[in-house]
């Protein structure tokens, strides 16, 4: 998709699609939309005037100028909501709600403004960013593996003008635009990974897909394999892993800055689960929603897309992303309930079923965070069904005792509209894993469940500020919206991009 800035007015413009605004409650149409009605000979005026189109957030109304009214082919309407309760996230759900039709028309050319810079109080550059995320993400579909669909007809929008009248805004307008699209198609690239079937996007071939578009981007990339896990000791990530023919990888991803003294920059190390597919091993899982469980990487895939969007984005933050991925799979070698593993730190955990398969990996990976002495860490990982029971699928659950890197995330939730719900790191639940076996067991039963995985978390999360996300719910989504097609969201990506931006000192 291409986007190109440039000065105009919505009137003058040929194309397929021209996306302009309308807030909910307005009694008629102002700016944009006031020059389009007038060129229709006042058919907006008349639509508002009998309530057809009220500008709700996610509404859209289409129009098609009768012969020469408009060069624009057809007239899209966005709602943008109650004045009220607009923000940038509002201003990105409107832009993603007509991209989303674009695609279902198959339009390929795109004309907009940004939408909330005037009335909206945005300012430019913030509202270019949201729309051209908001573009991306809504007109995303993953049809990779489909042959013969009639969906097949209907290309993504290619390019994409955004006008502007005052020739003062459109340089903000270009960063704004260009910083959207890194992030957009980090996010898009993570819901790719995602979407694909695990037995295309094996542990080896995400870390292969991941390193090539990290070093595409100047990532510092590299993958151990199992060989070097053994060697640092990563009993409990090759634990899981020895049910599987496939090989266990560890992705480490690095973005140090350009122009910077590393040393003096905030160093924040991200963690995230990818585990390709989650059979629950030994433990099996019913086979009945097993096949959703190729998103059980979700976690690994936004660290990998925000590691990307940093180094697009040249964030002045030294950030870490590591990737620990296996298959978990019930194999004749595969660890069993009682089973002891040793994790990196030297702490011997018992296996009580071998579907908590997440933690297991988790807990080597953020061990060998140590090594980098980070400011922060934050883990992110489709970890227990307990989250969805809790909280649904538009929350993810945030468990974070440190007040400003719970602050920071909470702030990035409202930013980018991947919402963070807090959750209690409940220290007497601690006693839930104790256990005669071994230093500690790494299930608390079904009671609080999301809550013991993190409690058990923070076993391995050393001193420093960490942050745990368990994005169970929210990585698959069952159902189409108005702003994004069913199946991997992609959550994370983008949110973990603006936590990065938090630490650079960019808000
Ligand atoms: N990947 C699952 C959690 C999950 C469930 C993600 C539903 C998305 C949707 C995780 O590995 C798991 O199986 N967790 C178990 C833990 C339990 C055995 C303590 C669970 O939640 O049932
Ligand atoms: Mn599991
Ligand atoms: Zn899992």
């Not at 005037?49 to 009214?69: I, V």
């Not at 895939?301 to 019930?330: D, K, Q, R, W």
Request: hydrophobic residues 45%; contains cysteine.
């Amino acid at each position: 998709m291409q986007f190109q800035v440039k000065q105009g007015a919505v009137q003058d413009e040929t194309t397929d699609l021209l996306v302009v605004n309308l807030f909910e409650g307005a009694t008629e149409p102002s700016g944009a939309l006031k020059a389009i009605d007038q060129a229709l000979g006042g058919l907006v005026s008349q639509i508002i005037a009998a309530g057809d189109f009220k500008g709700k957030l996610g509404e859209t109304q289409m129009l098609y100028p009768s012969n020469g009214a408009l060069p624009a082919q057809r007239v899209l309407i966005t709602g943008l909501g109650k004045p009220a309760e607009f923000n940038v996230a509002q201003a990105r759900k409107a832009a993603a709600a007509a991209a989303k039709k674009a695609r279902e028309l198959g339009a390929t050319r795109l004309a907009t403004i940004v939408h909330g810079a005037g009335q909206g109080g945005l300012s430019v550059a913030d509202a270019a960013q949201a729309l051209a995320e908001g573009t991306l993400l809504g007109n995303y579909r993953y049809r990779a593996r489909k042959q013969n669909d009639s969906d097949n007809g209907k290309p993504a929008l290619a390019e994409v003008v955004v006008l502007e009248a005052d020739a003062d805004k459109l340089e903000a307008m270009r960063q704004g635009v260009a910083a959207g699209q890194i992030v957009g198609e980090a996010a898009n690239w993570a819901r790719d990974l995602v979407n694909e079937p695990p037995n295309y996007l094996t542990p080896r071939e995400m870390a292969r897909r991941v390193v090539e578009r990290a070093e595409a981007v100047g990532l510092k990339a590299q993958v151990l394999g199992e060989a070097e896990m053994a060697e640092l000791g990563m009993g409990s990530l090759l634990g899981i892993a020895r049910g599987s023919d496939e090989e266990a990888q560890f992705m480490v991803l690095e973005h140090i800055p350009q122009g910077h003294d590393l040393a003096s920059l905030p160093t924040v190390v991200l963690v995230g689960k990818a585990i390709t597919f989650d059979t629950g091993g030994i433990s099996i899982k019913p086979s009945e929603n097993m096949w959703k469980m190729k998103s059980d990487m979700g976690g690994g895939a936004a660290t990998a897309a925000a590691l990307v969007a940093a180094a697009g984005l040249n964030l002045p933050v030294h950030a870490v992303g590591l990737i620990p991925s296996t298959e978990n799979m019930p194999g004749g070698d595969a660890i069993k309930p009682s089973d002891v593993v040793t994790v990196m730190n030297g702490k011997t955990v018992e296996i009580i079923s071998t579907d908590a398969e997440g933690r297991q990996v988790l807990a080597d990976a953020m061990c060998y965070a140590a090594r980098y002495q980070p400011d922060a860490m934050v883990d992110i990982a489709t970890l227990t069904g307990a989250m969805v029971i809790a909280l649904g699928p538009d929350l993810a659950g945030l468990f974070c005792d440190d007040e400003t890197l719970r602050g920071r995330l909470m702030q990035a939730s409202q930013e980018t509209g991947e919402i963070l719900w807090p959750m209690p790191l409940w220290k007497p639940y601690r006693k839930l894993l104790d256990t005669d076996a071994a230093d500690m067991k790494h299930t608390g039963g079904r009671m609080g469940g999301a809550i013991s995985a993190a409690i058990f978390l923070r076993e391995f999360a050393g001193e420093q500020p960490w942050a745990h996300l368990d994005i169970a719910g929210t990585a698959w989504q069952e159902e189409n919206s108005p702003f994004a097609a069913r199946g991997a969201s992609g959550f994370g990506a983008r949110l973990l991009t603006d936590l990065l931006a938090a630490y650079a000192g960019d808000r």
